[in-house]
């Protein structure tokens, strides 16, 4: 069987396979570590888990900017059969794809506070970092619960479902 690095009208190409899952282990990786903040273990200090947390989102960045280009340059492959969730599948993934840039959003308005601490404002400032940094947790819960739903709905998917293209984001287009 020939290995097709680019995606076929029904079904994933290497590429996007490598960039899916290279992504859901980022993100993943993003998720616990960002739980652990707040709950350090006895190995890693809170702010050995803060600079865990914030490199791997700094590495996720280029390899999401390389998933929608890669994305926009494909297309999309449509299931071989039509699906009832089709449109709201796809709704989904862009719901979280949002809830991923606001997350990232809320980051950059927390490290924007740390500007401020250089030069001592008031505590107006201080009220507000914390606003922001609840923030920033709201949205991770939520990205925990969208994901969640995401294995949960993939999962039924390659369980329940008769045809091969319910397996397509966990293995290579079959040649036979």
């Known amino acids: 069987m020939a ?18 899952w290279l992504n859901a282990i980022l993100i993943l990786m993003i998720c616990f570590s960002g739980r652990q903040i707040q709950n350090p273990t ?3 200090t809170q702010a050995e ?3 865990v947390h914030t490199n791997v989102a700094l590495l996720a960045i280029p390899i999401i900017i390389i998933r929608i280009i890669w994305r926009t340059y494909q ?5 071989k059969q039509t699906n ?3 449109k709201s599948i796809k709704f989904y993934n862009y719901f979280l794809f949002f809830l991923i840039v606001a ?6 308005y927390i490290t924007s506070f740390n500007l401020f601490e250089i030069i ?21 819960i939520a990205i925990y619960f969208a994901l969640l739903i995401h294995i949960l709905g993939a999962s039924k998917q390659i369980l329940m479902s008769k ?14």
């Open 120 to 140: 001592k404002i008031d505590e107006a400032i201080l009220s507000n970092e914390t606003k922001a940094l609840s923030m920033h947790q709201f949205i991770g």
């Open 42 to 44: 006895s190995t890693l």
């Open 3 to 20: 290995v097709s690095y680019k995606d076929h009208p029904h079904d994933f190409g290497l590429i996007s396979l490598i960039l899916h």
């Open 84 to 86: 009832k969730y089709r």
């Open 49 to 51: 888990v803060l600079a």
């Open 163 to 176: 045809g091969s293209y319910s397996k397509r984001m966990i293995s290579l287009r079959d040649e036979n």
């Open 75 to 79: 297309g999309y492959p449509m299931p």
């Open 103 to 108: 997350s990232y959003l809320s980051a950059l």
